[in-house]
């Protein structure tokens, strides 16, 4: 017996509709952040649940916990003070293996941490020509990393000039490469501690 065909209705996602095929659907909603999506057994019922733009709170949340993309790269910082000591790591999300990481610099902050975290694993996904996403739990950073310029208070000692050394490289990195990849929020609520804590909370 054929298997019975099912519809999927993308709410939220790169182009909302009802598709005929996860194929198609998954397009839409794969590294999409904050994608809502549902499979039906009938057109009709596809069709209704799209028009009425409801998905209920149970299912939301439970996707809501299930939603971060196993196939990614999560980074994250450790530190000592802030600011204080500051070393960061890429791994990949599924299984927590280290991808990267950086073993130290004297002075800085969590932000500017994060922020060569993601140009880092921006750059170790480029050289092996991949489109995965990259999760991070700094919304500053991600931001400074879209707008290609860190616009953080510490003042440049020579205490600092390491980590500002290191930013500078990275901006210059980031205006003069193209990536696709798109930045996510982890989201610490639903899912836990990224993967790639250090847990030293």
Known sequence: ?????????????RHPGIYESWAECEKQVKGYAGASF?????????????????????????????????DSVSVDV???????FVEYKGVYTKNGEILFSHPGIAMGT???????AIVHALQYLQARNSDMPVYSDS????LWVK?????SSLKRTPETEEIWQLVEKAEEWL????????????????WGEIKADYGRK
């Open 1 to 13: 017996m054929p298997a019975k065909k099912k519809y999927y209705v993308v709410w939220k996602g």
């Open 38 to 70: 549902k499979s039906f057994k009938s057109k009709e019922e596809a069709r209704q649940a799209f028009e009425s733009g409801k998905i209920s709170a149970s299912e939301f949340s439970s996707k809501k916990k299930t939603a971060y993309i196993e």
């Open 78 to 84: 450790g530190s000592h003070g802030n600011p204080g």
């Open 110 to 116: 969590n932000n500017l941490g994060e922020f060569l």
């Open 139 to 142: 919304d500053t950073a991600m």
């Open 147 to 151: 707008k290609k310029k860190a616009n």
């Open 175 to 190: 205006r003069h490469n193209n990536w696709s990849n798109p930045l996510l929020k982890w989201n610490t609520k639903a």
